[in-house]
């Protein structure tokens, strides 16, 4: 059993920030059945890296980290045939998930006031970059758009250089935190309301949400590593090609540990927070001379001994071979047919008596039979003919 068992979604949603919230749903048990086009590909499935060739929309790694444990079927929602087959799914769904632009789903008929003359108690979550209200409502976007408009990109860097883009887009990845909060407190709501409603998510309001203590300083600005109250606080090379380590010092103890470790000549004028971060530069060059003669990991061992806040900072490799996420169970085996075996992240939360299960990304439309004979009870003949005619496509 898992903590979501019996919940149903139809999952319209598509890239990344829908996709990744349907994504915790199912691996915690919901049955998503993702409803996809053949003729309007999921970005997803285009997105690198892939297994094999790069047309081959089953061969993202990308896509199959972003969806697994869903179903999948495929729907031309171009045609009022796919449409009415959609609205079958959702009479059939606790919750609709979707993600396009703003007045996309009302154009082809799915919009929330059609949803809940459908089913009256349907939750809806729409997710976009700037929501489904105000004067932005209708901006059309991805995850660095609300990285920029959030203030992430201008708080993000050094300071004698231009705003910095997150490496990733990141308002794909935090949007689809608050949209799980949002369905599940949508759910209990409903469970003791019988009501559904439409829950309206944006990507910026929750980029804003995670830093907004940070325009609560008198001026706000780009700090690279450093940081206003500990020092050193930074990243600094060590012995071996790419190998680094972050150091910090919350506390003039810390800083003695650190001289003690790294051998350093003692300075009176860097005995105090305030003053090593008046000399913040000569500490950064100081240690980095010393950590570069040194290994790594030998290093962060001695430095977690004496107290002193460090770690490694580890690239992807590292990251998938860190024994203490593969002790947490964080990365599990799953099968796929084009990837093969694979090594999935499982969701970083652990339930005692509901664990979760995670199993491999659909291809594209593997359930159709599945969903459409079995769950909605269509012939098998009619399913081969509106797949012939383009409608189950």
Known sequence: MRALDGVKIADFSWVGAGPRATKDLADNGAMVIKIESARRLDLGRRSPPFAGKSDDHDGSAFFAQSNTSKKSVTLN???????????????????????????????????????????????????????????????????????????????????????????????????????????????????????????????????????????????????????????????????????????????????????????????????????????????????????????????????????VPAAAVQDGRDVFEDPELRAAGHFVAVDHPVLGTSMMPTPPMKFSHTPACVTAAPCLGAHNRDVFCDMLGMSARDVEDLHAQGVIA
């Not at 799980?180 to 439409?198: D, I, N, W």
């Not at 309001?205 to 001026?219: G, K, N, R, W």
């Not at 001289?259 to 971060?277: E, K, M, N, Y």
């Open 77 to 307: 929602l171009s045609d009022p045939r796919g449409v009415e087959l959609a609205r079958q799914l959702v009479l059939w769904a606790d919750v609709v998930v979707e993600n396009f632009g703003p007045g996309y789903m009302e154009r082809i008929g799915l919009g929330y006031d059609t949803l809940r003359q459908i089913k009256p108690d349907i939750i809806l979550a729409s997710v976009s970059v700037a929501g489904r209200s105000g004067p932005m409502a209708g901006f059309r976007g991805y995850g660095n758009s609300a990285a920029a408009h959030s203030g992430h990109a201008a708080l993000s860097g050094w300071p004698d250089r231009p705003p910095h883009m997150p490496p990733l887009a990141y308002g794909d990845v935090i949007a689809p935190m608050f949209a799980t909060v949002a369905v599940l407190s949508a759910l209990e709501y409903r469970q003791r309301t019988g009501r559904g409603q439409h829950l309206d998510i944006s990507q910026i309001e929750p980029m804003v949400h995670v830093i907004a203590d940070l325009f609560a300083e008198p001026q706000a600005r780009k700090t690279g590593n450093s940081d206003p109250v500990m020092c050193p606080h930074g990243v600094y090379p060590c012995r071996g090609a790419g190998k680094w380590i972050a150091i910090a010092a919350e506390t003039d103890v810390q800083w003695r540990s650190i001289c003690a470790v790294l051998d350093l000549p003692g300075d009176p004028a860097f005995d105090t927070a305030p003053g090593r971060i008046t000399h913040a530069d000569a500490i950064d060059q100081q240690i980095a001379r010393a950590t570069a003669l040194m290994d790594r990991d030998t290093l962060l061992a001695d430095l977690a001994a004496a107290g």
